[in-house]
């Protein structure tokens, strides 16, 4: 007579896209920074492109019509404040800072830089070329200007906002005892 290991003593199986998930980040682990990096991307995209549009085009008149800048500026601002709390508590949560104002004005920073480059393709549509309907206004900023600000903005946050090493560094500090690195930490946990 042979024995069965009863199903219930199985360890359980992942499901197949997040074994394949695990897999691929566990070897890539840009990827997985990438991914997260996307989806809070996505997240701030909907705010950021239903606000402009909202702005933009929604009532008669609109709150800000034939103000295409000013609707993307302050598209942009609230959706900066949702991709910080994205970014700094899950994409960069290992590596955010025991000082979260300096850190926000650094994302800060580097958001408004990625406006910037944002609204370049946007000014040049509508102001140089005389491209001023909704399509062309959504393509040079919410695909074309959009992009070359999201690259930015993943190179200045991992390189600037939400540098490597950083918690490593402070939990080396709080495990050595130092009264001044035990209080901000405790916060950003």
């Known amino acids: 007579m042979t024995s069965q290991t009863p199903v219930a003593d199985a360890p359980p199986r992942p499901y197949p896209v997040r ?20 989806s809070v991307g996505g997240v701030a995209y909907v705010v950021d492109v239903t606000t ?3 702005l933009l ?7 800000l019509e034939g103000k295409p800048l000013v609707a993307k500026i302050l598209s942009t601002l609230l959706a900066t404040v949702v991709a910080w709390l994205g970014n700094r508590y899950w994409t960069f949560s290992s590596r955010r800072s025991e000082r979260p104002v300096r850190e926000f004005v ?23 070329l005389g491209f001023t309907s909704p399509l062309a206004d959504n393509i040079a900023a919410n695909v074309i200007g959009l992009a070359m600000g999201t690259t930015f903005r ?6 600037v906002v939400f540098p490597s090493g950083r918690r490593a560094r402070s939990d080396e500090l709080v495990r050595a005892g130092s009264p001044d690195s035990v209080s901000d930490s405790a916060v950003c946990r």
């Open 19 to 38: 074994a394949l998930y695990d897999r691929l980040t566990t070897r890539w682990p840009l990827l997985a920074r990438l991914v997260k990096f996307g």
């Open 154 to 159: 993943f190179i200045a946050y991992s390189t």
């Open 57 to 63: 085009y929604v009532g008669s008149p609109a709150l």
């Open 52 to 54: 402009f549009n909202v």
């Open 106 to 128: 650094l994302f800060a920073t580097s958001c408004t830089l990625g406006l910037g480059i944002a609204l370049i393709p946007l000014w040049v549509s509508h102001y140089v």
